[in-house]
């Protein structure tokens, strides 16, 4: 069959694909559960997958996010909100004409290899009809910020707590902190962005902190922070760039025990850095306290922490990051067990022909450039013009980007898919270039 590919999710890496086969004049059907394109970035989301707030603003400059078949308006400002974001993501779908290839309200519940190179792909939509149809690939852009992951084991005692706990993902506004006693527990983004608004609308607000982390201000010497990670700096050998990069952040923020907060036991870039303009101010003038890691719930609203000490608390916020998760594949085809998954270059299933992964990295630096990067060389292998090397040298690619993983980064779920931004981009570009049909060896 000519070439037809199936993207699942209309997400900021789903529309990414769809623009980069649409210019290539490649056959594309894109499904997606909710009524609209945006995914993480629709706020309240109709397909219920939306981790977005009210308050919530990127924290990468528009500048490195842009798409760069489309670049942000420039009116924008450098951190846009989301609101802005999903109107450049509409603008973006209206400008390639994606839409028409968009089936909206419409869920993949299966997709399979069927044997003879192609795929069988069953849906199912809003209103409950029900097909399959056969696809020559599929491309999953389904995100991985929309599967909460709670404290597994859960915390002794969590059954008996007679207050409200929720995760991140389900956080919205401010209303829902007014008068309460708070406990955000974690040290991501979203937990200082969250703990920071809950210390302007809750009654009292706790930061519940198991290890430390360097929390970055938005800005570091007038320009944005990711500036740090540039091109430039991508040639600096990481053990200098740690070192350096630490000292430069010690000396304008100073250390994060300063701030009541544990002392990160790594360097920066050890760990995939939080950014926040605000929280170490709010720390800093004392309406934000910081607690150890919970020990357990003892009763009524009671916490105890490992430290001792306790407090009544009305509400929890676990900000305990998300699974990866692919409902529509069997997991003896792919999935991602303790978040681990095995793909050669964030990208290909070595194991089954076909399938790939787009926007599937926590990018120090944006991932819509990145999944523009991806699909432009899937779009090469779809058409033929680059193939992938043999089935050996990819294991033992995706053999030693693990272990570059284990040596750059600590140990940790929020690390197994982390990737810097320009190495990456640079390593895609590679693969397009340097495995094109009739290149010379």
Known sequence: MSERVCVIGAGSS???????????????????????????????????????????????????????????????????????????????????GIREHIRF???????????????SVSWRDADGEEGTEEF??????????WDPRWPDPAYPGADEFTGEQMHAHAYDEPSQLEGKR???????????????????????????????????????????????NGPAAAKVPLAVKKRV????IRTVVGDMSDYGLPQPEHKVGEQHPTLSSDLLSRLGHGELEVRKNIDRF??????????????EVDLVIYCTGYKITFPFLDPEIESAPDNEINLYRRVVSVENPGLYFVGLIQPLGATMPIAEGQSKWIADLLE???????TDEMRKAMRDAAAAMRKQYTA?????????????????????????VGQPA
């Open 14 to 96: 789903g529309i990414a694909a769809c623009q980069v086969f649409g210019e290539r004049g490649i056959e594309y059907v894109c499904f997606e559960k909710g009524s609209h394109i945006g995914g993480n970035w629709r706020y309240r989301n109709d397909n219920g997958q939306s981790a977005a707030y009210r308050s919530l603003h990127i924290n990468t400059p528009r500048s490195m996010m842009s798409y760069r078949a489309y670049p942000m308006p420039e009116d924008y400002p450098v951190y846009p909100d989301h609101f802005r974001i999903a109107r450049y993501f509409d603008d973006f779908a209206d400008r390639f």
């Open 384 to 390: 033929g013009q680059v193939v992938l090397p043999s």
């Open 245 to 248: 990069t630490t000292r430069l």
């Open 105 to 119: 309200r419409t869920e993949v519940t299966d997709a399979r290899p069927r044997g003879d190179g192609t795929w």
């Open 182 to 228: 708070v406990l955000v527990v974690g040290l991501g983004n979203s937990a200082c962005d969250i703990a920071v608004e809950s210390s302007r609308h809750a009654e009292q607000t706790l930061l519940s902190v198991r290890t430390g982390n360097w929390v970055l201000p938005k800005y570091l010497l007038g320009k944005p922070t990711n500036d740090l």
């Open 298 to 311: 003892t009763g009524g609203k009671g916490v105890r922490f490992t430290d001792g000490t306790t407090d």
């Open 136 to 145: 020559s690939a599929v491309v999953v852009a389904n995100g991985h910020h």
């Open 412 to 436: 940790s779920k929020r690390h197994t898919i982390q990737v810097d931004f320009y190495p990456y981009m640079a390593e895609i570009e590679r693969e397009r270039r340097e495995h094109r």
